[in-house]
């Protein structure tokens, strides 16, 4: 976000420590709030990802000449394999899932993974979903995350409703989402910019202002080698007795699930501040670019502001759409 905005943005967090800011909105809400605050998350589209390449020919044909039950229980199995991750937010790496239900021997894995997306589709309404163009093509994206898929709600949401009435069920559930869209506000607002485009904030840059949010939160993150930082993972993503996040245990997670990506910092891919051992660095992960989106964090950071969402950066957003429908029109071409 260009300098002007990203002023503002850490003085509204900064000097209004008292302000209460209650955050439990994905892409799909369309709600919002703080005690003094009043503003309505508008509904903007997710990025747009990318679908499953289609099979080999040949893999189909050796679908085709499979045994009806040994065909019938092969798609069973991968479906119900994927549905059960998926619902529990793990990325789905589509080589080793196959092996996992059993199929890497089998020369029509790639036709029985493509039916298996098919039924998870037309029966549950999830769809899998890959990483978006745009960040698939960025040095910083690591490459595990270019063959991996994420299981998706695909049913129509216009107003928000069908969203909320799912994440309203489990408090834990939209305090976790309210935090996903927070960090990524944080890392839009206050990220260092990559000549690829991304943006990436120092984790302790990133702990201070959530601190100035809820005084609850560590004002820093936890030193290497600290007993803190090696119990994170045996903790409740949930402080004690309470609904605070404990974000030690919920980055992990999220960066587990692919809502953000996180490097070791250096002085090399760092270079606006000066950095110290055990320093990480976070960025926008593909997850959280499908599910939510830079168009509707750049609105969310506009209206916490009261102010009208920067127009550079939504020419940027639209000038990386336009460029991979331009890529879509091609390869629907070339099929």
């Known amino acids: ?168 069920i489990h408090q834990g559930s939209k305090i976790e989402n309210g935090l996903v869209l927070l960090v990524n506000a944080l890392i839009f607002c206050k990220g260092e910019s990559r000549s690829d485009g991304s943006r990436w904030i120092l984790g302790r840059d990133l702990y201070r202002l959530l601190h100035s949010v809820d005084d609850a939160v560590p004002g820093e993150p936890p030193a290497q080698g600290s007993s803190r930082a090696k119990s994170h993972s045996k903790c409740s993503r949930f402080q004690q007795n309470s609904l605070t996040p404990n974000l030690d245990a919920l980055m992990e997670q999220f960066i587990a699930w692919d809502y953000f990506i996180k490097e070791r910092a250096t002085e090399d891919n760092f270079a606006s501040q000066s950095v110290e051992d055990g320093d990480f660095i976070y960025t926008m992960g593909p997850r959280s670019a499908i599910e939510i989106g830079r168009k509707q964090i750049i609105y969310f950071c506009a209206e916490i502001l009261d102010e009208e969402p920067d127009p550079t950066m939504l020419k940027e957003v639209e000038e990386d759409t336009m460029e991979e429908e331009a890529l879509d029109e091609v390869f629907m071409e070339e099929a």
């Open 1 to 168: 976000m260009p300098r002007r905005s990203s002023k503002r943005s850490l003085e509204v967090i900064d000097n209004d420590d008292e302000e209460e800011y209650e955050t439990t909105s994905t892409n799909n809400h369309k709600r919002g709030g703080g005690s003094n605050h009043n503003f309505t998350l508008s509904q903007q589209v997710p990025e747009a990802s990318q679908g499953i390449p289609n099979e080999k020919p040949s893999e189909r044909n050796n679908l085709e000449k499979m045994d009806k039950v040994a065909r019938a229980k092969a798609v069973t199995d991968l479906s119900r394999l994927i549905l059960f991750k998926g619902l529990e937010k793990e990325p789905i790496d589509r080589l080793k899932i196959i092996k996992e239900a059993g199929l890497n021997s089998m020369r029509a894995s790639g036709a029985i993974f493509s039916e298996a997306s098919e039924r998870l589709r037309n029966i549950f309404g999830m769809e899998l979903r890959r990483i978006p163009k745009y960040m698939e093509e960025r040095k910083s994206t690591p490459a595990k995350c270019k063959d991996r898929y994420y299981l998706q709600n695909i049913a129509s949401d216009y107003d928000g409703s069908h969203s909320r009435e799912i994440h309203s």
